[in-house]
């Protein structure tokens, strides 16, 4: 068995996740500076615990000296969508980015899995420049909307207490769920349209509100 000092070994994974986030953070911002709609809602980002990463290398089989090729998601990323359509654009966003490269990609929209679980999953090789040179990691970028989230959310607490052997039960609620929640989203994509307009103009009203005495004197004393 390979000993690792694991401090040492992580220390790549979290810098990739602290950079991409501030990156994927910063494409939100570009476009609702430019006055666009944005594809993307919200990032979060996680390094597996010690803990996980052995637990899943005894679970998958994972020799000590493939961790690095075999475990895709030491290093995870999650975007949040208000829209199915928005997870496409963002994957489009990703392919076009020189910063990295994308190796693999997995449509459980498209092919949901038998759960009823739906995401965009990317495997990205991600260069790190670290004090002896550039180390490429790999790290996995899931893309859902919130819905896709909340559902997904739930059915990770569940298997916690389960350890995926759901009773029957609550197996089909949990599909129910599944499919309810994919309606809301295609509900919501009719009228897509409709829903961007009133954020736009919600936007540009609160823009144009005259701002408190209280707001006014706090912009004065940030500026001190």
């Not at 970028?141 to 559902?151: C, D, H, S």
């Amino acid at each position: 068995m390979v000993q690792r000092n694991w401090t040492v070994f992580l220390m790549p994974y979290e810098q990739a996740v602290d950079e991409l986030k501030i990156k994927l953070r910063s494409l939100r911002k570009e476009f609702l500076e430019k006055g666009e709609q944005s594809p993307i809602e919200y990032v979060t980002g996680r390094v597996k615990s010690v803990e996980s990463i052995k637990e899943k290398m005894k679970r998958r089989f994972i020799a000590d000296d493939l961790l690095e090729q075999d475990m895709q998601d030491i290093a995870g990323l999650r975007i949040q969508c208000q829209f199915v359509e928005d997870i496409y654009q963002v994957v489009d966003l990703l392919h076009d980015r020189t910063d990295l490269t994308v190796v693999e990609e997995r449509d459980y929209i498209t092919n949901s899995k038998q759960s009823g679980y739906r995401s965009y999953h990317i495997v990205i090789k991600y260069p790190i420049q670290l004090a002896t040179g550039v180390k490429e990691i790999l790290a996995e970028i899931q893309i859902r909307t919130l819905a896709m989230n909340f559902w997904a959310t739930i059915e990770h607490s569940l298997n916690y207490k389960y350890q995926g052997d759901f009773p029957a039960d609550i197996n089909s609620r949990l599909k129910r769920a599944a499919e309810a929640s994919f309606m809301l989203d295609e509900e919501m994509s009719k009228i897509r349209g409709e829903i961007q307009d009133a954020q736009r103009y919600f936007h540009t009203q609160k823009i144009r509100e005259p701002k408190s005495p209280k707001e006014l004197n706090h912009e004065s004393l940030d500026s001190k």
